[in-house]
């Protein structure tokens, strides 16, 4: 293996100029000292929040004051991902880290004395232009006043907010440092069965190491099989608590409110799924014919069924490649690309100490966002590239359209810009590329893609739905309920064509994101409507190509799901899903010819 070049030894031009945002750490002090002076300016406000001027001032120095934390963090946690050895940076990501607690604490005063006003009140203070700015914001908080208690039973909620987090937390703890995952032996040799060995394992092309490793990961929870049930149903019960506490209807109207989508989206899409099952069921009969075996198991879901080619090409090329496949997005995008290649946006290669993945991170002020990779020659690795500037675009595209106060966009569209961006790079090598290897491994890519992250994530959603309607309903919620739930789902989900082996059923027992309630779909409804975009995109419709940048550039101005839709998207219709399927099929029907 080659060794790791140092930082001093690799090119300027490939490091992200984090310079850009302080010329020197002694600036980014100054600017740390500047903020808690300026932090001590907010008390000013507090209990005169009673008329548009005062509340323009009070959000305004709010913002300002967020734009410039923002702006500390992301200096000092990219300084630290270039080395997590450097005790330095380490402090500097710390101090700022506490700060933000200091901050929460200095502004929460803002949100219950506007809520205190009238909603007659609120409503012409709203209305006045030098609050334009923030009339999303006062908007939301009028529309969720019917959802604030008085002060005292507000008092008590907040009280139990320590508690709110304890049943995630309870959930680790077991599943991260006290579940007895047993040791396996594989070609004569023990290894010890961790988490991420599970995730490898069963990509292994021995079957009979796959259905040990499957046998034998599920057996730890098994024996736990009660003790996640409780923890579980302790979960969903503390959410119907504070939803009823809050007079919505249901937890799913609670949590959606909070992110401003209609309920209607998350109910359109398990039912837009479920009647796209069929092609799902063909994939899994395909998947158990290319892999050659008499039975598909649930341990075969996720070993590669193309033993394809690799684009091995150079990070100069790979990013060449992304341009290219990114044309469909116009003059200025491509244009946009290329100053981010050459002006330091993006730390490129794999360093010692430096941390691992890849990411996009942005401050609303700085000139622009900044891209951590590993660069390796895989095909992983250049789609990677398109994924990360396809956030970055976003947030740039955002920052220098919106103001500081609009600027960042919800998590409900995070995923689409960066996943729009591998559409359509998938879409022009498999058009461009002569390689019939390259093009299978490709198209069991994209039918990958999506099986993992729409098909998995919406049955996850449904059964996180089945369990809150039932608690709802005052039924119990035992081990056995949640084991056949899920049993019930993974055949309705998978079909025929696989074995549904009895340990599947206790798969819910180890998702982690059961413990951030109804935030998997956010997976599903994002590839769904960046396939929708991105086929618009490429049908060659400018007006597509128009509303496509209105969304880059709509940050946070609106509710995500009005933005999606303005763009073309409506998640509360079947319509994206229906071109999803589509989409599935025809990539399907590809694959069978190919193989």
């Not at 991170?361 to 992983?380: D, E, F, G, R, S």
């Not at 190509?545 to 303005?566: Q, V």
Request: charged share 25%.
């Amino acid at each position: 293996m080659e060794k790791l070049k140092t930082r001093d030894q690799i090119a300027a031009a490939d490091k992200w100029q984090l310079e850009d945002m302080f010329a020197t750490d002694e600036a980014w002090e100054q600017s740390l000292a500047e903020f808690k002076t300026e932090l001590l300016r907010l008390g000013a406000y507090k209990g005169i929040l009673k008329n548009a001027k005062a509340v323009k001032g009070c959000l305004s120095l709010t913002t300002q004051l967020e734009s410039k934390i923002e702006l500390l963090y992301v200096y000092a946690h990219a300084r630290f991902d270039e080395n997590n050895l450097s005790d330095k940076y380490m402090k500097m990501h710390n101090v700022v880290r506490a700060l933000f607690a200091d901050f929460a604490e200095a502004v929460s005063f803002v949100e219950p004395e506007l809520s205190a006003l009238s909603k007659e009140k609120l409503e012409a203070i709203a209305a006045n232009k030098m609050l334009k700015d923030y009339d999303y914001y006062l908007k939301r908080l009028i529309d969720g006043k019917p959802h604030i208690l008085s002060a005292a039973e507000e008092k008590l909620l907040a009280q139990s907010g320590n508690f709110a987090s304890m049943f995630q937390q309870i959930f680790f703890i077991i599943n991260d440092a006290e579940l007895a995952l047993p040791e396996i032996e594989i070609n004569g040799e023990k290894t010890q069965l961790t988490h991420g060995a599970y995730q490898i394992l069963l990509t292994n092309t021995d079957q009979a190491v796959r259905e040990k490793t499957f046998k034998e990961y599920y057996s730890a929870f098994i024996k736990k099989n009660n003790t996640f049930a409780t923890i579980y149903s302790a979960e969903v019960l503390k959410n119907i608590f504070y939803s009823r506490a809050r007079k919505y209807a249901s937890y799913l109207d609670s949590t959606l409110w909070g992110e401003d989508v209609p309920a209607a989206v998350y109910k359109t899409l398990i039912s837009s799924v479920d009647a796209a099952l069929p092609a799902m069921h063909e994939y899994v009969h395909l998947r158990k014919k290319l892999l050659g075996l008499e039975k598909l198991n649930m341990y075969d879901m996720y070993v590669s069924v193309i033993e394809g080619a690799e684009l091995k090409l150079s990070y100069k090329d790979a990013y060449k490649l992304v341009v290219e496949g990114l044309v469909p997005l116009g003059e200025e995008y491509s244009r946009m690309l290329k100053k981010a290649y050459k002006t330091g946006w993006i730390d490129v290669y794999e360093t010692p100490a430096k941390r691992s993945g890849a990411y996009c991170t942005h401050a609303k002020t700085a000139q622009h966002p900044y891209v951590l990779l590993n660069y390796k020659k895989t095909t992983h690795d250049v789609f990677t590239i398109a994924h990360e500037m396809g956030h970055a675009m976003h947030s740039y595209y955002s920052s220098k359209t919106q103001p500081e106060s609009k600027a960042d966009y919800k998590i409900f569209v995070a995923e689409v810009a960066s996943t729009v961006n591998e559409m359509l790079l998938l879409s022009h090598i498999l058009k461009t590329t002569a390689d019939t290897d390259l093009k299978k491994s490709l198209l069991a890519y994209k039918l990958d893609m999506i099986r993992t992250t729409i098909f998995r994530q919406t049955m996850f959603s449904e059964f996180e739905l089945m369990m809150h309607e039932a608690a709802e309903r005052g039924e119990p919620l035992t081990a056995q309920v949640f084991n056949d739930a899920y049993y019930g789902l993974n055949k309705k989900y998978y079909g025929s064509g696989v074995e549904h082996n009895d340990e599947i059923k206790y798969e819910w027992s180890r998702i982690p994101h059961f413990y951030m309630s109804f935030y998997v779909y956010k997976y599903a409804t994002g590839l769904t409507a960046a396939i929708k975009l991105s086929e618009d995109i490429l049908s060659g419709d400018e007006a597509a190509l128009k509303r496509y940048f209105n969304f880059l550039k709509a940050g946070g101005s609106k509710s995500p799901y009005e933005i999606l839709k303005d763009a073309g998207a409506d998640l509360a219709t079947a319509a994206p899903y229906q071109k999803l399927a589509e989409v599935f099929n025809n990539t399907l029907n590809e694959l069978k010819k190919l193989a």
